[in-house]
């Protein structure tokens, strides 16, 4: 293989996974590792990767950008998330169980699609979500107390922190801005990080809803690990590869 075609193929590689490292793509392409960072110096020069200890990352990686607000988020993606709250409907408990719904364009399609013929206990930080199901005579609807963001209209804060703490639920439907096997689920703002931890900490069973646009990316603070997760609910965007690392970490992954 040329250099140049080794460096495409790099390239090629962070772009889908987000980092890679010296030592595994020195035994891929059979080369020294000098020659690896030989390679990555030129791609970083060209805007294509940073370097970080032991290999690189693609650009946007681990980058605070600023965080959108929800109109906007509510945007982006949409069809995908309506499909992934249609699919997520499989995954709530039985009639009488007790569901979380975090703050979320995507939970909030999940709670959207919940019909009235189903029983269920729910809490929720967002303020959105307790509006959406307080509608259906059949759930049982707490607003946790805190402070609300305007930027995503969640509850956040210790005494968000401290409700969940006292709580036991049988599944908690989790969103997240960015999802990486080395860095977890993570999101910009570190009082939502807090509260997704609680709710986290809350639930018998954690799914993960996230459109494949969250695969490869981390944000400024991580709330959760690959232990952490049940199950991961997202489009057919999502690389294969990931998905069968989640796979091979005894998480589902579910494509709606």
Known sequence: MYA?????????????????????????????????RRDL????????????????????????????????????????????????QRLLPPSGGSVLFDAGTTTYQAAAAVTGDRELNVVTNAVPIAA???????????????RIRGKTQAAVGPDTVAALARLRVSVAFIGTNGFSLQHGLSTPDPDEAAAKRAMIGAANHVVVLAD??????????????????????????????????????DIEVVIA
């Open 132 to 146: 959406e199901l307080s509608r259906l005579p059949s759930c049982e609807v707490v607003l946790t107390g805190g």
């Open 212 to 249: 494949s646009t969250k695969i490869n990316r981390e944000d400024l603070v991580s709330f959760g690990t690959l232990p952490d997760i049940g199950t991961l609910v997202t489009d057919a965007g999502i690389d294969p590869a990931f998905a069968a690392q989640l796979r091979a970490h």
């Open 41 to 88: 110096g030129l791609l970083a020069r060209a805007g294509v990767l940073q370097r970080v200890h032991g290999g690189a990352v693609r650009p946007d990686v681990g980058s605070v950008a600023v965080e959108a607000d929800l109109t906007e988020r509510e945007l982006t993606w949409h069809d995908e998330k309506v499909a992934i709250g249609a699919a997520a």
């Open 4 to 36: 140049e075609e080794r460096q495409q193929a790099i390239a090629d590689e962070v772009r889908a996974r987000g980092r890679v490292s010296v030592a595994d793509l020195a035994v891929r392409f059979d080369v020294t590792g000098e020659t690896v």
